[in-house]
Nanobody, 126 residues
Framework: EVQLQASGGGLVEEGGSLRLSCTGS????????IGWFRQAPGKEREGVSC????????DYADSVKGRFAISRDVDKNTVYLQMNNLMPEDTATYYCAADKSYYYCSGLLPADFGSWGQGTLVTVSS
């Protein structure tokens, strides 16, 4: 059974940093596309970043480019989202998702991901 466990959220001041983790079980995370999504209250879920299977190519939403970085540790079967220079508009519940059907993650939508973690709340205070 494919399972994802997201962690690392919390309360941080504007300009601060957090690192989110997404640990997979039941599958080889390196052979799946992994995406980070976020959903703020009253808003639709949006893509934040993703990492492709195999070559690990990355993609970012324009709103986080230069501030967030996604990485993968295949030994730990974990994908990280390093978030720097956080802003109040980054406040949301963050979810990681995985799917083994694709190789490249760029352009994939939430509906394309078959497995989801439980979400971790990030709150950025001004």
């Amino acid at each position: 059974e494919v399972q994802l466990q997201a962690s690392g959220g919390g309360l941080v001041e504007e300009g601060g940093s957090l690192r989110l983790s997404c640990t997979g079980s039941g599958f080889d995370l390196g052979n799946a596309v992994i995406g980070w999504f976020r959903q703020a209250p009253g808003k639709e879920r949006e893509g934040v970043s993703c990492i492709s299977a195999g070559d690990g190519s990355e993609d970012y939403a324009d709103s986080v480019k230069g501030r967030f970085a996604i990485s993968r540790d295949v030994d730990k079967n974990t994908v990280y989202l390093q978030m720097n220079n956080l802003m109040p508009e980054d406040t949301a519940t963050y979810y990681c998702a995985a799917d083994k059907s694709y190789y490249y993650c760029s352009g994939l939508l939430p509906a394309d991901f078959g497995s989801w973690g439980q979400g971790t709340l990030v709150t950025v205070s001004s």
